[in-house]
């Protein structure tokens, strides 16, 4: 069974420069996360999805971070303008029906 | 109070031996608990999980839940070199499908 896979990897901008992350979760699992995971701190949950619906973005900066799951498989995640404090590794997740959640490897920003 | 804590080490314990590990939570509705484990530059990987008060047995760990005293620990048995690592525990809050991550404990088991 494929994990969650994330892209990039590793990603290196300056700061007001937008940037954007891609999900797709384990195949069947309809709850999609995406967290924020700062050096030497647990995940942070910024958005949680039902499918389509975003249920949970109380969590998510939502003057520069926008998030979209369109068709309830893989996710967009976007931040415009990048700030230097947005440096961190965003992780997203998707669980199943038990609710154990699986991680994808992530994608390391890095805000110049 | 911060709703996870976890001592964020590190907790250093020869091979062979036992590592203890321990995190409190502050939300008396939490249902679910998780450990994950995660290796410097990789993302957490689940490796246990405990709903009910009482001991969880899985290979070498076992998971330890208290509700009355809000704790729940995690006991690594004759720990190996490859089981240094930063372990996270997890709540999951009584509205459900939301896990709550503490700071993470690093453990360091030397040869």
């Known amino acids: 069974e494929a994990g969650v896979v994330q892209s990039p990897r590793y990603k290196i901008i300056e700061k007001k420069q937008p940037v954007a992350f891609w999900c797709n979760p384990i195949s069947g699992h309809n709850t999609l996360y995406w967290y924020r995971q700062n050096l030497g701190q647990g995940p942070e949950l910024l958005i949680r999805?039902?499918?389509?619906?975003?249920?949970?973005d109380s969590q998510l900066p939502k003057d520069r971070f926008s998030a979209e799951r369109l068709k309830g498989v893989d996710s967009t995640l976007k931040i415009q303008p990048a700030e230097l404090g947005d440096s961190a590794v965003y992780l997203c997740a998707s669980s199943s029906p038990y609710n154990e959640q699986f991680f994808g490897p992530g994608t390391r920003l890095t805000v110049l | 109070q911060k709703e996870v804590e976890q001592n964020s080490g590190p907790l250093s314990v020869p091979e062979g031996a036992i590592a203890s590990l321990n995190c409190t939570y502050s939300?008396?509705?939490?249902?679910?608990f998780f450990w994950y484990r995660q290796y410097s530059g990789k993302s957490p990987e689940l490796i246990m999980f405990i709903y009910s008060n009482g001991d969880k047995e899985d290979g070498r760990f076992t998971a330890q839940l208290n509700k009355a005293s809000q704790y729940v620990s995690l006991l690594i048995r004759d720990s190996q070199p490859s089981d240094s690592a930063t372990y996270l525990c997890a709540f999951e809050g009584a509205a459900g499908n939301k896990l709550t991550f503490g700071g993470g404990t690093r453990v360091l088991v030397k040869p």
């Open positions: 939300d008396r509705g939490s249902q679910s």
């Open positions: 999805y039902e499918n389509e619906e975003a249920v949970d």
